[in-house]
């Protein structure tokens, strides 16, 4: 079975300064997907970054990188210069792959609440 | 980009009565669509999976008669509550693929307050 753990349920970070939001995740596939979604307090899910399995190089958009390492099967997420504007909930989560009887369902991580001090 | 709308954002309803939420792709046909649930602080609990003109595939743990999920048309969902609890308030959210990878949107999410 899939899943995706991330162990942080709090972090603090000054504002302009990066910070790394952890994730693991558990799967016997070989092709999936890793995304990582802001929430605020509205309650959408704004995407931020994907990384494909079989991409080999991790994945970077704007100020979001995402730190993928196979091996240890993490995906960790590099906010650099954060904004007051980042304090939100951030999730990782796991799409499964194309695959017998896969239906590409997306499951999350326990969520990590981000708060950017000024 | 790729659009999903959900309908409505709020809604309060009397204990008993039954709620119906809306997900529609505005833009583009989606070959599958998934409900989430979250509770306050909480993370996203997929409830069910659907494909247009099939029945729903629901998770563990998810009553399927409580949970109407009915997927019409490949650009329209509906999730209806029945005989609504205050136990069922919570935070609804839909999301439509166009397939696998990086190919799933979500919607505004729907803010359930039974009473």
């Known amino acids: 079975a899939q899943k995706i753990t991330q162990t942080q349920p709090g972090m603090f970070v000054q504002e302009k300064e990066a910070v790394t939001l952890d994730c693991t995740y558990d799967t016997s596939d070989q092709s999936y997907g890793l995304f990582w979604y802001k929430q605020p307090s509205s309650g959408e899910m704004i995407f931020l970054i994907y990384?494909?399995?079989?991409?080999?190089q991790n994945a970077t958009e704007g100020r979001y990188s995402l730190n993928f390492q196979k091996a240890r099967k993490s995906a960790n997420l590099v906010i650099s210069a954060s904004q007051l504007g980042d304090s939100a909930m951030y999730f990782c989560?796991?799409?499964?792959?194309?695959?017998?009887?896969?239906?590409?369902?997306?499951?999350f991580g326990q969520g990590t609440t981000l708060q950017v001090k000024p | 980009g790729a659009v999903v709308s959900q309908h409505p954002s709020w809604v309060i309803c009397k204990s008993g009565t039954s709620v119906k939420i809306e997900c529609r792709s505005l833009d583009f046909q989606a070959t599958t669509m998934f409900w989430y649930r979250q509770f306050p602080k909480q993370s996203l609990m997929l409830m069910a999976t659907?494909?247009?003109?099939?029945?729903?595939?629901?998770e563990q743990g998810v009553e399927k008669d409580k949970f109407l999920i009915n997927h019409a048309s490949l650009t329209l969902s509906t999730l209806t509550v029945t005989s609504a609890h205050p136990e069922d308030s919570s935070f609804y959210i839909c999301?439509?693929?166009?397939?696998?990878?990086?190919?799933?949107?979500f919607g505004e999410g729907s803010w359930l307050t039974v009473v």
């Open positions: 999301s439509a693929s166009t397939g696998f990878g990086n190919t799933i949107y």
């Open positions: 990384q494909g399995s079989y991409d080999e």
């Open positions: 659907s494909n247009e003109g099939s029945k729903a595939t629901y």
């Open positions: 989560a796991m799409r499964e792959g194309r695959g017998s009887g896969n239906t590409g369902k997306l499951i």
